[in-house]
């Protein structure tokens, strides 16, 4: 069931068409190979192809709990993740550019 999961996630994937169009790499390109080799388990390669990946999951967890909660923990959080997760961005982007 899972194995089937990551092979219709593979098939499915999306072209980046900013690639495509411009011949350079997006901040986002990356992203979706990175979950799939987390979801394989490849926890290495999903960081170094795209390390924002594991961040960004918790911002989205933590933002789901914002919504249920409303407490000052998840704003914290919240803002935590949010920095680390577009320096991460923005650090990979300007690497890939290099």
Excluded: D
């Excluded at 914290?76 to 577009?86: A, G, Y």
Aim: with cysteine; net charge positive; hydrophobic share 50%.
């Amino acid at each position: 069931m899972w194995n089937k999961l990551i092979q219709w996630i593979e098939t499915h994937s999306l072209s980046c068409q900013f690639y495509q169009n411009y011949q350079i790499e997006c901040p986002g390109c990356g992203l979706q190979s990175a979950f799939i080799s987390l979801l394989k388990g490849n926890l290495l390669e999903s960081i170094q192809t795209y390390p924002a990946l594991i961040p960004l999951i918790l911002l989205i967890i933590s933002l789901a709990a914002h919504i249920k909660f409303r407490s000052i923990w998840t704003i914290k959080s919240n803002r935590i993740l949010v920095s680390i997760t577009l320096l991460l961005i923005l650090i990979n982007y300007i690497n890939k550019l290099i």
